[in-house]
């Protein structure tokens, strides 16, 4: 126990003494938690536009007017010709063309048929399919609006109709920064406990220090604590000061019980940490182990559940999140964040992380022995 | 010159007897290609959901169905009754569930009208969104068969022409996306961690007093990973090309040159981290810990720079790989030429020499 305390606070005054890594551990996470949830969303508005307007009609007009009122839409530029409309596509300044044809008006009075045309920058292809299904709402809509303009609609309703309501659980408003801000916070405790641990044990050996902690009566277990135990409590330093950003910046306190997210919290971090050794005990020099962790760190947060839901994945991507405890956190802290989830619910994902923590703990202690 | 050469040659022996992280370079862009190629996809397919179905009739089971036979859905399991439902979400084992009313089929046949209500885990806004569309549109299929009825008079019939990407192919914006984040990751670190490290050793100070000069000493380290980065252009260019088909529709030269451009502006930023820290510990968290997020999330390739919030747009000008981005996705997928682009390419022009001349100002200031 007094060998586990000296190398504690051995361990603490290294850290302390490198002022510029303690000020960028804490301060890189707060600036990141307070910028960078803001920019995650995908509701489109404001999606820049160019007409091209051949009839000059009154119903033209309208439907240009429609458009531009509808909030989803601004018009940047009005063309003579498609040709023009495609460069300032080219040129990044509107993203959808909507072309009217002469004779709009005409042929939709007289022979009951009339076309549109909608073209869209389709180089991000999820953007541009949510334009073209907005841009295409408003013309349909538009469309009835002129139907009811020109035919008497019987009152009582001819055709079977399926009426759809829509309720939205857990986060009403569809906010997105409360879906962001606890993974955010998960990547970011993730990121500073990881990439330190990693470089660890590394930085003793190319120091040569560790040849001196391997002569001395030190257990490994022991060891592995003392590398453990500091890295631990800046994870959940890092993590708290989050949660006071969380409800502080964005007003977010969790639904459920906080004390269950420090509880899985807990465990997580022994299993990140645990794999961040494993690293350091795998590398040979600091920087293969840096280049190491920004492999994995990439494919952990890539493949944990913020850019893209788990369940769209294909079934090799699916195992790789299954075998990622970054996927694990960032859908307990959401549980427990969003919808008040209890323990109970989360039971299962904390048996799970602490296999992980078993796992990987051990296999540092068994491979620190190798590199003796 | 002679020089010079010598000393890549020592860095270059120095970087290809380290296996392990030679692997890591230069796979890491294989992986991260194909992860957002076939993993990160916008489509939605095999997403657990509910069902309460109060009628049990033949209309609820015929859209219970449509539901499962589509590949967006597979249903977790069948409630039994209301309160099941919260309990069902908290779980976090379904995204959406679907209550159908007792008696729908009767109101359907009867009065005309009947309800269907799906509710949704909003936590998730996007999906939560798109699952509701899909759920709506199998169920307005199902309505329109009823009413066979069709051929409404003035109608206006839209046509749809998707430019540059005609199948919506996801990979047509992560490859621009990843070439911008991999090469400025990459080549920041590499660049900072190895300068750093002979500045821990100490074998900096020996270089330094020895007659070269120090920018010599620099281009000898900054050189190999230059190599590096450039093998990883190609790595991606070809998988992009082969594996996801997305062919090279500008010039491949000017591609090449304001690829060459960005990587002399990703090195010069991590000479420029190199100059304020000491400690390889350090430059890694600055150069993984700080460029990591903030390029993902702000580059314009994870979300759209247009729907941000003013201040972040501004912020984002700040971020080299937002401008390599754009003139990639010019030149290699537009395929427009260096006229369209010459602003970005200033841009970047600019960046890399201000990183530069911070950095030899800094750099003096050091050796005093």
């Not at chain 1, 010709?81 to 007289?110: C, H, M, N, S, W």
């Not at chain 1, 619910?345 to 796992?359: K, N, P, T």
């Not at chain 2, 990587?263 to 820290?277: D, E, H, M, R, Y």
């Not at chain 2, 369209?340 to 990183?355: K, N, S």
Request: net charge positive; hydrophobic share 50%.
């Amino acid at each position: 126990m007094r060998t586990l305390f000296f190398l504690l606070r051995k361990e603490f005054l290294q850290i302390l003494r490198n002022k510029l890594m303690i000020r960028m551990i804490f301060a890189l996470p707060v600036v990141q938690l307070i910028i960078l949830p803001n920019a995650a969303n995908y509701e489109m508005k404001n999606i820049n536009m160019s007409i091209v307007d051949h009839d000059h009609s009154e119903y033209s007009r309208q439907l240009i007017n429609k458009f531009t009122s509808s909030g989803y839409f601004q018009l940047t530029n009005v063309s003579e010709t498609y040709k023009d409309a495609l460069v300032v596509v080219e040129e990044d300044k509107a993203d959808l063309i909507v072309e009217i044809p002469q004779g709009f008006e005409r042929d939709l009075i007289r022979d009951n048929k009339s076309k549109t045309m909608i073209v869209a920058n389709a180089i991000n292809g999820q953007a541009s399919g949510l334009s073209v299904s907005y841009a295409n709402a408003i013309i349909q809509d538009f469309n009835s609006e002129v139907r009811v303009e020109w035919i008497q609609t019987p009152r009582l309703n001819p055709q079977p109709i399926i009426e759809i309501t829509t309720s939205n659980w857990f986060n009403p408003k569809m906010n997105y920064k409360y879906f962001m801000v606890p993974g955010v916070l998960v990547l970011l405790v993730t990121l500073v406990g990881f990439l330190l641990t990693a470089i660890n044990i590394v930085k003793e050996k190319e120091d040569g220090t560790i040849e001196q902690l391997n002569v001395s009566p030190i257990k490994k277990y022991q060891f592995i604590l003392g590398k453990l135990i500091p890295f631990w409590i800046i994870g959940n330093i890092v993590l708290s000061i989050g949660f006071g950003i969380s409800y502080i910046v964005y007003g977010i306190f969790p639904a459920g019980n906080p004390f269950l997210i420090y509880l899985f919290a807990a465990v997580y971090l022994i299993a990140l940490l645990g794999f961040g050794l494993l690293v350091s005990t795998f590398a040979e020099t600091q920087q293969q182990a840096m280049f190491i962790s920004y492999f994995i760190m990439t494919v952990f947060i890539l493949l944990g559940g913020l850019f893209a839901p788990i369940e769209n994945m294909p079934g090799w991507a699916r195992i790789l999140a299954y075998l990622n405890p970054v996927s694990y956190f960032i859908e307990v802290m959401r549980m427990i964040v969003l919808k008040g989830s209890g323990f109970t619910d989360i039971l299962r994902y904390l048996c799970i992380i602490s296999l992980f923590a078993i796992g990987f703990n051990t296999l540092a202690i068994l491979n620190y022995k190798k590199t003796v | 010159m002679k020089q010079l050469l010598t000393f890549v040659k020592k860095e270059f022996h120095h970087i290809l007897r380290d296996k392990r992280s030679m692997l890591v370079l230069l796979g890491l862009p294989i992986v991260q290609l194909l992860i957002f190629g076939f993993a990160i996809t916008t489509e939605t397919r095999n997403c657990n959901i509910a069902i309460l179905d109060n009628s049990k009739d033949e209309a609820t089971q015929n859209i219970i169905t449509r539901i499962e036979s589509s590949t967006y859905f597979d249903i977790e399991r069948t409630l039994s009754s209301n309160d099941q439902i919260e309990k069902t979400f908290k779980t976090g084992r379904i995204k959406l569930a679907i209550v159908f009313q007792s008696n729908f089929q009767n109101d359907l046949l009867h009065t005309n009208k009947a309800q269907i209500q799906i509710i949704t885990d909003a936590s998730d806004p996007n999906q939560a969104t798109t699952l509701t569309n899909y759920v709506s549109a199998i169920v307005r299929e199902y309505q329109q068969e009823l009413n066979q009825n069709k051929d409404l008079p003035y109608t206006i019939n839209t046509e749809i022409r998707m430019l540059y990407n005609p199948q919506l192919k996801g990979e047509y914006s992560s490859v621009p996306g990843v070439m911008g984040m991999i090469l400025l990751l990459i080549s920041a670190m590499m660049t900072s961690i190895s300068i750093v490290k002979e500045k821990e050793i100490g074998t900096m100070e020996v270089l330094l007093v020895s007659p070269m000069k120090p920018s010599i000493v620099i281009a000898s380290k900054v050189i190999p990973y230059f190599i590096v980065s450039l093998i990883n252009v190609i790595t991606i260019l070809l998988i992009s090309n082969f594996v996801f088909g997305i062919p090279i529709q500008g010039s491949f030269l000017l591609l090449g040159f304001i690829t060459v451009i960005y990587i002399i502006c990703a090195l010069s930023l991590g000479i420029l981290i190199s100059t304020v820290t000491s400690s390889q510990q350090a430059a890694m968290i600055i150069s993984l810990m700080g460029l990591m997020l903030p390029v993902v999330m702000l580059s314009g390739y994870a979300f759209p720079i247009a729907n941000m919030p003013l201040i972040l747009q501004i912020i984002s000008n700040v971020i080299p790989a937002k401008w390599y981005i754009i003139m990639v996705k010019d030149v290699m997928i537009k395929g427009i030429g260096l006229f369209e682009i010459w602003q970005e390419l200033l841009i970047i022009i600019g960046m890399t020499t201000f990183f530069l001349g911070l950095s030899i100002k800094r750099f003096k200031v050091r050796l005093q």
